[in-house]
């Protein structure tokens, strides 16, 4: 288990000889106590990195950060990041600290703006004072808005139709011109449906509320809700419902550490779709998650949501041509399957009177 690093306790650690193996790389993981941020930094130590979480605990938990220390502070404050650049001096930084609901973005704005982009700012500006030129960021496919055409390319026009995906694509905007400006390259991975969880049940998700389809699927089928709401059953699609492009979240971690070393061998910045091209039905999942769990998925037909697409599907051959990334983990039944162990153990460990894993934040 990984130790928990308090802003007070770090010129003690400073003192600790043999924290950490002085020959591996260090990279810092903003929101690495979050879904895909711990997930990644797993597959960070497991290739030959240290990650160093920065997380506030607002939207993640410190049970996640098993593969490196963890300190508990905002990216949004400069002293912090500072201070833990100086004591750690990494190579690169994986940024995921972000919100992500859409809903709450458009009631809450100003939330989503200050959290994603200023303090991504602040980030970037430290980066430039530090000398650190190499940044992967976690983005959305929710920049595009309502696509023109499938699949959806990299170089598709950027209309975000929440706050959410325009605080993104404010974002890489900074990027783009702090690359110009200072050198600093970025990898911008622009994530369709991430879901699953790690196969070995180390870690997983825990949103709350959780509005995914996936999740809330494996909740009806287990009775945790009392049922799953469909918003939409008339889009212009097979079987009448909308169509995600859904891709693992172990997946999603190997695309990070990829994309890292893409940068560190002197790649150029790049933005990256990362799915797996293929697109399932709403239909499609329920039927899934009912073959898993040999349970009944109880539904209620709603309206349909504003600004939904009815098919929203990648365009995977850039990741593929310049990463070589290939997401093995992705098929839909090993998704639901791991979710559904994921939901099991979770709700076993509150049964046995040990409290759930907190909210994951992430994507």
């Keep these: ?16 000889n043999g924290f950490r193996n002085k020959d591996v ?50 990216v949004a404050d400069r002293a912090v990041l500072d201070k833990a650049i100086v004591m750690h001096k990494p190579i690169a930084i994986l940024h995921f600290a972000g919100f992500a609901y859409v809903s709450e973005s458009v009631s809450n704005p100003g939330l989503y703006f200050r959290n994603n982009t200023c303090a991504s700012l602040t980030l970037l500006e430290a980066m430039r004072d530090h000398e650190i030129d190499t940044l992967v960021f976690s983005s959305t496919c ?10 959806i390319q ?35 991975l622009r994530y369709f449906n991430a879901a699953g969880s790690d196969p070995s049940g180390e870690i997983g998700w825990h ?14 089928a287990r009775g945790e809700i009392p049922f799953l709401e469909v918003y939409g059953d008339d889009f212009d699609t097979p079987d009448g419902t909308c169509i995600r492009d859904y891709v693992h979240v172990s997946d999603l971690a190997t695309a990070h550490v990829l994309a890292l070393r893409y940068l560190a061998g002197g790649g150029s910045s790049v933005a990256l779709n990362i799915g797996t091209g293929n697109g399932h039905s709403v239909r499609d999942v329920i039927n899934t998650v009912e073959r898993i769990t040999g349970e009944s998925v109880p539904l209620r037909i709603a309206p349909r949501r504003s600004g939904d697409p009815p098919v929203l599907v990648a365009a995977t051959s850039l990741a593929g041509q310049l990463l070589n990334f290939e997401p093995i983990e992705s098929s839909l039944d090993h998704i639901c399957l791991t979710a559904w162990r994921w939901l099991k153990h979770r709700t076993a460990d509150t049964a046995d009177g040990v409290p759930p894993v907190p909210n994951l934040g992430g994507r």
Excluded at 207 to 220: N, S
């Design 207 to 220: 949103h709350e509320p959780d509005t995914r389809l996936i999740p809330r699927a494996l909740m009806a």
């Design 1 to 16: 288990m990984a130790r928990t690093v308090f802003i007070g306790e770090w010129d003690v650690l400073l003192l600790m």
């Design 142 to 151: 929710a920049t595009y808005g309502v696509p023109m055409h499938l699949p």
């Design 154 to 188: 990299e170089s598709d026009a950027q209309r975000p139709v929440s706050p959410y995906g325009a605080s993104k694509l404010m974002v890489e905007q900074i990027l783009n011109a702090f690359d110009a400006a200072h050198g600093l390259r970025s990898a911008i």
């Design 25 to 74: 790389p260090t990279v810092l993981v903003t929101g690495g106590a979050g879904y895909v941020g711990s997930h990644t930094c797993k597959a960070l130590a497991h290739s030959g990195y240290f990650p160093v979480t920065l997380d506030t605990l607002a939207r993640g938990h410190s049970s996640a950060v098993r593969w490196g220390p963890l300190i508990n502070g905002d």
